[in-house]
Structures are given as structure tokens and as C-alpha cells.
């Protein structure tokens, strides 16, 4: 099981020895041909590896309430993996996830399944192999020698993001392993959710449906939430047998995985199923109202596209069938006459009208104000928590933040918001910097379309500042949320009598040094650290960068065991914003953590008062 090869592996060669256990793999790959793709970046000349290769010689039982699962050992480094372990029952389309029923059957864990049902991404991992509906699975990391009977190792369960719409736990940047080996007392346990339209999408507009008839399918619009549940509970109930403390459980995600621990820290059911939570690039912001999914109208859009005229007609698709209605364009004669208003994030296909979590009193999952719930209610107030964000988020997306149409795109969405005339918006531009030409940025490059490529590049010479400029909207979708997220739970602890502590970081060092200088600290630059899987960066890894995951790592498995990351690390308040940085913006050669008071902070005062009315 290679589960580390990606798609720009154009060959391997196995070559095993005569014990029929050991031998050589040589890797033959042009990384290139994705990062060509992707981001227009040079060729790269192919690349080979050779490596010494064991198979695991011998399988790991372990019993559980649902079942005796066999799992692998790795003989070099002593970590036990048990992947795609049900947690659920196989998942009932648009319905609330059940937990499993007790059984003494003997399962194989060796290998991955199948992903979470989504739509084709080629950069996206997971979505590149199987998919199923049959998808509410995890991974367990732990180390050799674990003891049911003293289970004491602290457990850091991990949400992937990717939108609400990709990605997977098979994702090899998500491999705990070396988290595992680093740290053999603490168990590492990754899960799948349902995605796209099959975990949030609202159906009680369709024609067809019946309130009362179909009450059970009301919370289709957080089934991913209620699954990462399910796995929690599973986690409680059988973790022990791992060697893990059931009740020293850390929830930890990023992008799209830390929207989703924002909403776990709030959501009805949470209550007891973790002790610690990290955000990583993602809060509650990443929610959509009510009137955002009535707007959207995807369900409506899904059932016209599947050629289908009622919800029965829809339920009873195969997954192939909807997966193919998601993909059609927004401009087929099927969808004419459907109202419908673009995603945050634009898109030309059914698939781009995504929901997110639904923040909605009346369903009883997520509160429909989940900010100013943060500091009301009540399931948070005895977690510790610590929130982050990088310095360059959208940098990420600076390949797309241009071919789309204002009224679309993610640019687009900042110049109807800040270029309305108001006077307090055109002094933060003064005070920024940026003076009037961000508003002639804006205009250009969300109104031309499409750009070429090489064109969107080149703006860096027409506009000097082009990658700043991204920096207006990483505050305003990233770090601003995150600060106030923490200044809530900071209230929720104080006015509740809880006892959770508040940590905050800001991830500054780039990602990539010479293959793509521009992207800076983006989005999801602290992954391959906090995994321990600096080999997976886009130009390799190096001494600084295995330093800086020693570092990052390190300080995430403290907070995970312990509550406190570390000497470079202090409580966060309101007063003096206390924040651990990462790292330096620009600097590939700074691996360290300082701890400064209200860094940028000038931004944070200027921004902060502006965001939540963007939001409404």
C-alpha cells in the first residue's frame, strides 16, 4: 500500500526479495506535472527514488464493541495503524448518522477505503480514488505496546478540510504516523465525513417533501457535523482498547476541519466527547444561514440536473447519478428559471453552490448567530482552546482569485463590500497603505475574465503590491474570526464560571522557498508541520523545516496532553493578546516560536469593527 504515491507518480517498480517480506521500490515521478497544473509554475526534470522496503510483518488485533479489527505494525518504527475503521453504520442517504451495533466479527483495517462521495478535483488527494457513500470510517495511529487495561496516552482526533466538498482521511499530509513514533503516548485518529451534497444540503424546499413524513431528513444540512460526532463517540467508547484516555481527547482541524471543530465547540451532542479543541484556519465564520441555502438553491439545482421532478425521485439516484447532476454547468437548459445566488466562492456548476454547515436555531445543531453564541453557550467553557491562522491565507488561491466575475468571486464579494462610499472603508484603505488604487485593483481583476494564466501572474509587475493585496480579504475570512472567536470563549469562561484556557499562534513562515516564493505562510502552511510531514512539501523538505515541526509539533501534542503547548505560549487576553508566532513573513530560514503581544495589531483595530457587519 503506497499511500504516499500522488498522481504525478508516472511509475514503480516493486522489486521483492526471496523471503517474499523485503526488497526494493523504485519511485519514478514527475512532481512538476501537478505543480504545472495547478499553479503555472516551471518544469522540473524527473525525479528518481530508490528505497529499502519491509511489508509489516505481522497484523494487530484489536477488539472492539463493533468488532475484532486487524490492523498493521510497522516493523521499523513500532506504529500500529487501523484504517478505515467503522464508526457507524453504513450511512443512510440524507440521514442522521446511527451507531454501530455491537458485533464480535473479525474486520481487516489494513488498508484505506474508499473516500467520502464528492466531485473530481485533481489537486485534491481524495477524490482521485474510490468513492462511497459508505463512508463514515477512521484511522487509528498508535504506538507498539499499547495496554487496554491502562489506557493513558492523550488522543488527537483530526477533521481534514477541504470546503465542506474534498478531501479524506487517506490524504498522506494527514498520515499521523510520525506524530505517533515522535510521541508513542499519544494516539492519533483521523475520520471521514459526508461532503458536498451529501452531507449539507437543505431538501425541505423540494416538491415532494413532507415535514412531517420526512422530519428525519430536517438535518441534512449538518450531517457532516453529526458524523465527526459519531466518530467522537466511537472514540469514547472504544479508545481504550487502543491504549488511549477516552476522556483526554483533543479535536484538532484545519480550513474546512476547523470550521468544523468551531462548530463541534458549540453544536448540540458535543458535550463531553473532547477536553481540548484546536482551530487551525477555520471558525464559525464557515457556516452558511438559512437564507444563504434557500438562496443557493442547490437542492433544487441537484434535482433538476439529475433529471428528476421530487425528493422520492431524487432519494432514489445512485451515486454516480448525482455525482454527475453536481457536475453540470449552471448555464444547461434544465437549471433555466431556477433562482439561485452564487456560492462565497463563485463556481459555474451545480457542485459550486455549496452549503456549509447551517447555522439555524430552528434545526438545533449550529446557533444561527454562532459568534455571538461563542460566548453564551455553554459546551465550551471547561475546554481549552487554541485558534490560529497563517499570515498569507489567500495566497493559496492566488491562481484563481481572478477568472471569475465580480458579482462571483471571492474578490469580487470584498468590492461590493468595501467599495460602497462609505468613509470609515476608505480611510482603512489609507491607513493600510493601500490608498485608492486597491479599489482599481479590485475593479480589474474581478470584472476581466477569463484571465490567462501567465496573464494573472504578470499582474504582480502592473500591480506591485497584488500579493498584499490578498492579505485585506486572509484578515477579513481568516485571522479577524479567529481573534474573536477567541475573545468569545475568553466571555463564555468568564460569565459561564468555566475553567477553559485560550491559546492563540500565527503561522509565519513560508511554505515554499524557491518553486513558488509568492505563496508565502498560505493556507494550510502549518500542516506538514504539525503531521511531522515536511517531506510532502511542494519543494521538499530540510533541516529548518523538520526544526519548525519538531517545534510545531511538539507544541501541539503538549496542549494536547497537557493543556499548556510550552514556554513560548501564554493564555490569551483581551488586554494584552498574548500570540505565539510561527516563524517570520519572508524568512525560510526561522523555525521559532516568539511570543508577542497583538501582533499587527494596528490591522486587528482597524478591521475588527468591520467584520461582523460584512458578515450580515
Same mark, same amino acid.
Request: some cysteine.
Given at each position: ?11 514503480? +517498480?516493486?522489486?521483492?526479495? @526471496? ?9 519514478? /515521478? ?25 511489508? @509489516?510483518?505481522?497484523? +494487530?488485533?484489536? =477488539? ?24 457507524? =453504520? ?50 487509528? /495511529? ?6 487496554? *487495561? ?46 458536498? #451534497?451529501?452531507?449539507?444540503?437543505? &431538501? ?33 467508547? *472504544? ?16 480550513? #474546512? ?97 455549496? *452549503? ?5 436555531? #430552528?434545526?438545533?445543531? !449550529? ?29 493559496? /488561491? ?5 477568472? !471569475?466575475?465580480? %458579482? ?11 467599495? *460602497? ?25 474581478? $470584472? ?18 497584488? /500579493?498584499?493585496? $490578498?492579505?485585506?480579504?486572509?484578515? &477579513? ?23 477553559? =484556557? %485560550? ?15 509568492? !505563496? ?13 510531514? %515536511?517531506? &510532502? ?6 533541516? +529548518?523545516? =523538520? ?12 496542549? #494536547? ?17 498574548? $500570540? ?31 467584520? &461582523?457587519?460584512?458578515?450580515?
Amino acid at each position: 500500500s503506497f499511500d504516499s504515491c500522488q498522481s504525478y507518480t508516472n511509475e514503480i +517498480v516493486v522489486a521483492v526479495g @526471496p523471503d517474499g517480506k523485503s526488497g526494493t521500490v523504485t519511485f519514478i /515521478w514527475d512532481r512538476g506535472r501537478y505543480n504545472r497544473a495547478v499553479h503555472g509554475i516551471p518544469e522540473t526534470p524527473v525525479h528518481h527514488a530508490v528505497i529499502e522496503a519491509r511489508y @509489516p510483518d505481522e497484523d +494487530v488485533t484489536v =477488539k472492539c464493541k463493533n468488532g475484532r479489527f486487524v490492523g498493521l505494525k510497522n516493523s521499523v518504527t513500532g506504529v500500529c495503524s487501523f484504517k478505515s475503521v467503522p464508526f457507524a =453504520k453504513p450511512a443512510r442517504r440524507w440521514l442522521p448518522p446511527e451507531d454501530p451495533d455491537p458485533s464480535d466479527a473479525v474486520i481487516s483495517a489494513r488498508q484505506f477505503g474508499p473516500a467520502a462521495a464528492q466531485t473530481y478535483e485533481p489537486s485534491e488527494y481524495a477524490s482521485r480514488g474510490p468513492i462511497s457513500e459508505d463512508c463514515l470510517k477512521l484511522t487509528v /495511529w498508535t504506538a507498539d505496546g499499547f495496554n487496554p *487495561n491502562n489506557p493513558d496516552r492523550a488522543v488527537m482526533f483530526f477533521i481534514h478540510g477541504g470546503s465542506y466538498v474534498l478531501g479524506g482521511m487517506c490524504d498522506p499530509l494527514y498520515d499521523g504516523a510520525n506524530i505517533v513514533m515522535s510521541n508513542p503516548d499519544v494516539i492519533v485518529v483521523s475520520c471521514d465525513y459526508r461532503l458536498c #451534497a451529501f452531507g449539507f444540503l437543505d &431538501l425541505t424546499e423540494l416538491p415532494g417533501f413532507d415535514p412531517v413524513e420526512h422530519a428525519a431528513y430536517a438535518q441534512a444540512p449538518n450531517l457532516g457535523i453529526l458524523d465527526q460526532q459519531a466518530g467522537l463517540r466511537w472514540v469514547k467508547d *472504544n479508545i481504550a482498547s487502543f491504549g488511549g484516555n477516552p476522556d483526554n481527547v483533543t479535536i484538532f482541524g484545519e480550513s #474546512a476541519g476547523g470550521g468544523s471543530v468551531s462548530c463541534l465547540l458549540q453544536a448540540k451532542g458535543s458535550e463531553g466527547l473532547f477536553k481540548r479543541a484546536i482551530v487551525m484556519s477555520g471558525t464559525v465564520d464557515l457556516t452558511d444561514s438559512a437564507a444563504l441555502y434557500k438562496g443557493s438553491n442547490q437542492a433544487l439545482l441537484l434535482m433538476k440536473a439529475a433529471d428528476k421532478n421530487s425528493f422520492g425521485e431524487l432519494l432514489e439516484c445512485n451515486t454516480d447519478e448525482l455525482i454527475n447532476a453536481l457536475n453540470v454547468s449552471l448555464t444547461d437548459p434544465r437549471l433555466a428559471g431556477i433562482p439561485h445566488i452564487a456560492s462565497r466562492e463563485g463556481g459555474s456548476t451545480v457542485a459550486d453552490m455549496n *452549503n456549509r454547515p447551517m447555522c439555524d436555531d #430552528a434545526r438545533g445543531i !449550529v446557533p444561527s448567530d454562532p459568534f455571538a453564541s461563542f460566548a453564551t453557550n455553554a459546551v465550551a467553557k471547561d475546554v481549552d482552546v487554541m485558534i490560529g491562522s497563517t499570515s498569507e491565507e489567500l495566497n493559496y /488561491w492566488a491562481h484563481l482569485m481572478f477568472n !471569475v466575475p465580480h %458579482t462571483n468571486g471571492p474578490l469580487g464579494y470584498y468590492y461590493d463590500f468595501l467599495s *460602497n462610499g462609505v468613509s470609515r472603508t476608505q480611510n482603512i484603505y489609507t491607513q493600510l497603505g493601500y490608498g485608492s488604487e486597491v479599489l482599481e485593483f479590485l475593479r480589474d481583476v474581478s $470584472t476581466t475574465h477569463p484571465f490567462d494564466r501567465d496573464e494573472r501572474f504578470n499582474l504582480g509587475g502592473r500591480y506591485p503590491e497584488i /500579493w498584499g493585496r $490578498t492579505e485585506l480579504r486572509s484578515e &477579513l475570512a481568516f485571522r479577524i474570526p479567529s481573534i474573536i472567536m477567541a475573545e468569545q470563549h475568553l466571555k463564555q469562561v468568564e460569565d459561564l464560571g468555566g475553567s477553559g =484556557k %485560550t491559546y492563540m499562534y500565527y503561522f509565519c513562515r513560508p511554505q515554499a522557498s524557491g518553486r513558488m516564493p509568492w !505563496v508565502g505562510a498560505c493556507h494550510a502552511s502549518e500542516l506538514t508541520s504539525v503531521f511531522k510531514n %515536511t517531506h &510532502l512539501d511542494v519543494d521538499g523538505t530540510n533541516e +529548518v523545516k =523538520k526544526t519548525l515541526a519538531e517545534n510545531v509539533s511538539g507544541a501541539f501534542v503538549a496542549f #494536547a496532553m497537557t493543556g499548556n503547548p510550552g514556554d513560548d505560549w501564554a493564555t490569551y487576553d483581551a488586554e494584552e493578546r498574548k $500570540t505565539t508566532v510561527i516563524g517570520k513573513k519572508g524568512d525560510y530560514n526561522d523555525a521559532k516560536l516568539r511570543l508577542q503581544y497583538d501582533p499587527d495589531g494596528a490591522q486587528r483595530e482597524l478591521l475588527e469593527p468591520d467584520f &461582523l457587519a460584512y458578515r450580515k
